[in-house]
């Protein structure tokens, strides 16, 4: 079984996702009708939990776009909620070594491989756990100093999908603004680090590039899953724009 993500990603050379970071029932429905391939949900700095995440997500079983989930850490028990109600994939953030995103893939998978306990929430997963583990992308965050320097241990981890950039924490790490991460050379230097060792190892390389330009130049530089606004700055400048037209 594959999922919706790992259909765009076997098709396209880009997928472009959206962002949720507060409890919205349209936000998801909204990003698919602007024709973006996935949409994220945040439960590491959004106003979400993984409950409120696996509400969301079976709403969507009908309507056409991937999902994933941020999580703050490998706890097997959010990551397996969120996937028993049908996340596509997991991206697991402030990874920093092996061992990290070894957990984190272990999490996804059940034993003797994993630690996952099943238990599908969503009729249409069915109950093979075979397909449940085909199906399940996993993603490791790099956004830190210390990840960078484990980058190579992290990508050769069996089963990881991709690598996921933080480009705000990761500047932070490296001494940089995270407003302006994206066009500094240090962390530009870093992010392109990433995509050749993630893509060298077969992986999917993911970023966070928060608008349409950056991710753009993303796109040129090789990234193939980039996630391109929140639906609180969609909302935003679709609202200014509007006020701008009536004044």
Same mark, same amino acid.
């Given at each position: +079984? %594959?999922?919706?993500?790992?259909?765009?990603?076997?098709?396209?050379?880009?997928?472009?996702?959206?962002?949720?970071?507060?409890? %919205?029932?349209? /936000?998801?429905?909204?990003?698919?009708? $602007?024709?973006?391939?996935?949409?994220?949900?945040? =439960?590491?700095?959004?106003?979400?939990?993984?409950?409120?995440?696996?509400?969301?997500? #079976?709403?969507?079983?009908?309507?056409?776009?991937?999902?994933? =989930?941020?999580?703050?850490?490998?706890?097997? @028990?959010? !990551?397996?909620?969120?996937?028993?109600?049908?996340?596509?994939?997991?991206? !697991?953030?402030?990874? &920093?070594?092996?061992?990290?995103?070894?957990?984190?893939?272990?999490? %996804?998978?059940?034993?003797?491989?994993?630690?996952?306990?099943?238990?599908?929430?969503?009729?249409?997963?069915?109950?093979?756990?075979?397909?449940?583990?085909?199906?399940?992308? =996993?993603?490791? +965050?790099?956004? %830190?100093? #210390?990840?960078?320097?484990?980058?190579?241990?992290?990508?050769? =981890? @069996?089963?990881?999908?991709?690598?996921?950039?933080?480009?705000?924490?990761?500047?932070?790490?490296?001494?940089?603004?995270?407003?302006?991460?994206?066009? *500094?050379? *240090?962390?530009?230097?870093?992010?392109?680090?990433?995509?050749?060792?993630?893509?060298?190892? /077969?992986?999917?390389?993911?970023?966070? *590039?928060?608008?349409?330009?950056?991710?753009?130049? +993303?796109? &040129?530089?090789?990234?193939? +899953? !980039?996630?391109?606004?929140?639906?609180? $700055?969609?909302?935003?400048? /679709?609202?200014? &724009?509007?006020?701008?037209?009536?004044?």
């Amino acid at each position: +079984m %594959t999922s919706p993500l790992q259909e765009s990603l076997a098709v396209k050379p880009h997928v472009w996702g959206g962002w949720v970071v507060g409890p %919205t029932i349209i /936000g998801p429905e909204e990003f698919a009708r $602007a024709g973006y391939d996935y949409v994220g949900f945040d =439960v590491q700095h959004g106003y979400l939990d993984d409950a409120d995440v696996a509400l969301l997500l #079976r709403r969507l079983e009908h309507v056409p776009i991937a999902t994933a =989930v941020r999580l703050p850490s490998a706890d097997p @028990a959010p !990551i397996g909620r969120v996937l028993d109600a049908g996340a596509d994939a997991v991206i !697991i953030a402030m990874v &920093e070594s092996a061992e990290t995103a070894a957990a984190a893939v272990a999490a %996804t998978r059940y034993a003797p491989a994993g630690v996952r306990s099943f238990g599908p929430l969503r009729a249409s997963l069915g109950v093979d756990p075979v397909a449940h583990e085909e199906r399940t992308s =996993v993603f490791a +965050m790099i956004e %830190t100093a #210390r990840g960078l320097s484990a980058l190579d241990e992290i990508c050769a =981890v @069996a089963e990881l999908s991709g690598v996921y950039v933080g480009p705000a924490d990761l500047a932070i790490s490296l001494g940089e603004n995270p407003i302006t991460a994206l066009s *500094a050379p *240090a962390v530009l230097d870093a992010v392109a680090r990433i995509r050749s060792v993630a893509s060298d190892a /077969g992986l999917v390389p993911a970023i966070h *590039a928060n608008a349409g330009k950056p991710g753009k130049a +993303m796109a &040129e530089l090789g990234f193939r +899953m !980039i996630t391109l606004a929140s639906e609180s $700055a969609a909302l935003r400048r /679709g609202a200014a &724009e509007h006020l701008r037209d009536a004044q």
